[in-house]
């Protein structure tokens, strides 16, 4: 392919015969004479044949020019001047306007549109010149090699299930025949799903490197051009370079930009899109399991594939990368800080009791972060407080000491926060409370309560999310026992709340009088869908409506009554508490620990039922 230099020289000659050619046009075919040689030759009678344009004219002469050419061209000349020149025996001619510039200018144009075609080329084969069109249907997969591949799984951490499963695959392509002998196949096709951060491009490059074979990694955004066809000959290319190196891994990475749905979420014209799906569901088919090429692809979006991709003989696996557990996590903190220098304080399995639903990229966003405000601060070692500090800043967001509040506000935000505080502390199983303080944080927060649960939880009883309802309207409660009226600032936790009780009766089938049914059902998948885009046309009536209304009515009211039950009977608590946080503006777990001694007791439980 022409590409760089090539691709320079091969612009430069085109430029170069452009202007020869040029050259070559302005040369006269005729002879060129003097003005006053052809009136001589005119006078003379050797001009057997005239013809007169409006600045030259041109003829043929009876008797030839010493250099052998009988056909003439002159430019002309006033006639009143051209006789006077005349009888005073002076040689004289015209001047042609248009030499060899002016027939560059005339050129221009052309060359323009050349530019701009060599271009546009350019830009859509990611290639200069020539190249760029000759490339536009080949691959642009990069490729490892066994020495450019030095992820392992011993990088890979948190993800133990995942890893046993691309074992296997490992073993097939370091040992091809010798797993093959009671006549088991490699699999074709392993999709890689989990949520974003999960490590699922890292897993697939820890599975070229264990097995030392080459790695072709492309993104499914990169199949696709604005010319039809394009995506098509690049899946051919790669497929086929794969086959050449194999044993080889190709990944497609985000295969959801190119795999998805035929019909079900197009907008416009999907040719292209479809054309490029077709060549690779028929690339797969022609799969040789003997040829030792695997394909791994990577989405976190397989709600929206094609099911013809999805079926078995294409992709024969689907491994799921979830969020990693409380084990997982220490697992991954391990291979992140290996590269910190720590204080004796810090504890991994204490960082990561901290860190519920985080994934492997947002553990290693945290220990980064926890480096810088470490080296902020110009410490000789990273602390725990710092990872303390570091989740702070990423769940609540950035201190903002600079925003001034005035003492009533002040005294509103410490009374609300504190009445989060009590009512967690009062009910039996709540979330710890880590840390409280009324400093601004983030966008809106005025004050903030991280309350973080100390094991992972799969399930929710009925008394659990209303226990969750109680302390998130704790708040509000303690504004109406000790203000005696409510602030804008429970804003959040009203919705937080509300949305709890709608899913307890829509979802969850937990209000006795609409029963065990589900009158709504959310898509399921790994990304957060918007409320406008996951809302369902109704499939209940008007009457079930009201009544869904008031379920949801009732339970946030008895989560709120419940909360200020609670801090009536520690109404001095709620104050002691409050005057403390005003004071000092944060209490940690230290002082929490202290208030949880004194803290409202829960009511009885069949008093609540």
Do not use: C
Request: glycine share 10%; aromatic share 6%; no cysteine.
């Amino acid at each position: 392919m022409l590409t760089g230099r090539k691709g320079t020289w091969v612009t430069v000659g085109a430029l170069a015969l452009m202007l020869f050619l040029a050259w070559v046009q302005y040369i006269p075919p005729v002879a060129v004479v003097p003005y006053s040689d052809f009136m001589r030759e005119l006078k003379a009678g050797n001009v057997s044949e005239l013809r007169v344009y409006g600045d030259r004219v041109e003829g043929d002469l009876v008797s030839a020019l010493p250099d052998g050419r009988k056909h003439f061209v002159a430019t002309r000349v006033e006639p009143g001047f051209a006789r006077e020149l005349n009888e005073l025996g002076v040689k004289f001619t015209g001047v042609i306007q248009t030499g060899f510039w002016m027939q560059m200018l005339s050129w221009l144009p052309f060359l323009l549109i050349a530019a701009i075609w060599m271009g546009a080329l350019r830009g859509a084969g990611g290639k200069g010149g020539l190249g760029g069109l000759l490339s536009m249907g080949r691959s642009r997969a990069r490729i490892f090699v066994e020495t450019g591949v030095k992820v392992t799984f011993d990088d890979v951490a948190g993800v133990d299930e995942a890893k046993a499963e691309l074992e296997e695959v490992v073993a097939f392509l370091k040992d091809p025949k010798g797993h093959s002998r009671l006549g088991a196949r490699m699999p074709k096709g392993i999709l890689l799903v989990g949520p974003p951060g999960t490590g699922k491009t890292l897993l697939a490059r820890a599975v070229a490197g264990q097995a030392g074979v080459p790695f072709f990694s492309i993104n499914g955004s990169e199949f696709v051009e604005m010319f039809v066809g394009v995506g098509a000959a690049r899946v051919r290319d790669l497929f086929e370079q794969a086959r050449q190196r194999a044993p080889a891994i190709v990944f497609i990475d985000e295969i959801d930009a190119l795999g998805r749905a035929r019909g079900a979420y197009s907008v416009g014209g999907q040719d292209e899109k479809e054309q490029t799906l077709n060549q690779l569901l028929a690339e797969l088919d022609g799969f040789d399991p003997t040829a030792g090429v695997v394909l791994l692809a990577a989405t976190n979006r397989p709600e929206i594939l094609d099911p013809a991709l999805l079926r078995a003989g294409r992709f024969d696996r689907q491994v799921l990368l979830e969020r990693p557990d409380r084990r997982g996590r220490v697992q991954i903190l391990n291979v992140h800080l290996k590269r910190l220098r720590l204080a004796a304080d810090v504890d991994p399995g204490q960082v990561a009791a901290l860190t519920p639903g985080f994934s492997g990229a947002d553990l290693a966003n945290l220990v980064n972060e926890a480096a810088l405000l470490a080296t902020r601060r110009d410490a000789a070692e990273v602390a725990l407080d710092d990872f303390t500090r570091a989740i702070e800043r990423i769940v609540a967001g950035l201190e903002k000491r600079n925003r001034i509040l005035n003492p009533t506000e002040r005294r509103v935000i410490a009374v609300h926060e504190m009445g989060h505080v009590l009512v967690a502390l009062a009910l039996p199983g709540m979330d710890k409370v880590h840390k409280v303080s009324i400093i601004p944080r983030g966008v809106g927060a005025l004050g903030y309560t991280i309350q973080r649960p100390t094991e992972d939880r799969y399930l929710m009883t009925r008394r659990e999310l209303e226990d969750k309802m109680a302390v998130l309207l704790g708040g509000r409660a303690a504004e109406a026992l000790l203000v005696g009226q409510v602030s804008t600032g429970a804003e959040d936790d009203l919705a937080r709340a509300t949305d709890i009780a709608r899913s307890m009766v829509m979802r969850f089938g937990m209000d006795e009088a609409l029963g065990h049914v589900a009158y709504e059902h959310r898509p399921a998948g790994l990304l957060p869908v918007p409320e406008a885009l996951a809302a369902q046309p109704r499939q209940y009536s008007e009457t079930t409506a009201h009544e869904i209304d008031d379920a949801v009515r009732r339970l946030v009211g008895a989560a709120f009554d419940r909360a200020t039950s609670l801090l009536e009977d520690g109404k001095a608590q709620l104050e002691e508490g409050s005057n403390r946080l005003l004071a000092r503006e944060t209490l940690d777990e230290a002082d929490l620990a202290q208030l949880a001694k004194w803290a409202p007791a829960p009511a009885p439980a069949e008093a609540l039922a």
